[in-house]
């Protein structure tokens, strides 16, 4: 079992910068892939970013491709996002998700655990 904690959400004007952290607890964090997932009202949640175990490999979604960065600290167990020039359709309920799979994966259907979100309001 790992239990995941996001943080870091708020409202921020378009251009600008967030955070977000995930704190991790429970089994060893370097264990998992990590992925961020965002999922605006009323639509499906959808892939954002991954992090292998070991942080040696990372993907992005298109839409925040050059912008948004994933990263990690194993010996803090804590999983990051930077979001930079933020628009006003980055604006959703932000997710961290643990995969204990070998390779990153992209669906968040086979996600193992879930934070409980963190919102991020980009006013238009």
């Known amino acids: 079992q790992v239990q995941l904690v996001e943080s870091g959400g708020g409202l921020v004007q378009a251009g600008g910068s967030l955070r977000l952290s995930c704190a991790a607890s429970?089994?060893?964090?370097?264990?998992?892939?990590m992925g961020w997932f965002r999922q605006a009202f009323g639509k499906e949640r959808l892939f954002v970013a991954a992090?292998?175990?070991?942080?040696?490999?990372?993907y992005y979604a298109d839409s925040v491709r050059g912008r948004f960065i994933i990263s990690r600290d194993n010996v803090r167990n804590t999983l990051y996002l930077d979001m930079n020039s933020l628009k006003p359709e980055d604006t959703s309920v932000y997710y961290c998700?643990?995969?204990?799979?070998?390779?990153?994966?992209?669906?968040?259907?086979?996600?193992?655990?879930w934070g409980q979100g963190t919102q991020v309001t980009v006013p238009s």
């Open positions: 429970g089994r060893t964090f370097s264990r998992y892939n």
């Open positions: 992090i292998s175990r070991s942080a040696s490999n990372t």
């Open positions: 998700a643990a995969d204990g799979a070998i390779g990153i994966r992209f669906n968040d259907k086979v996600y193992d655990y």
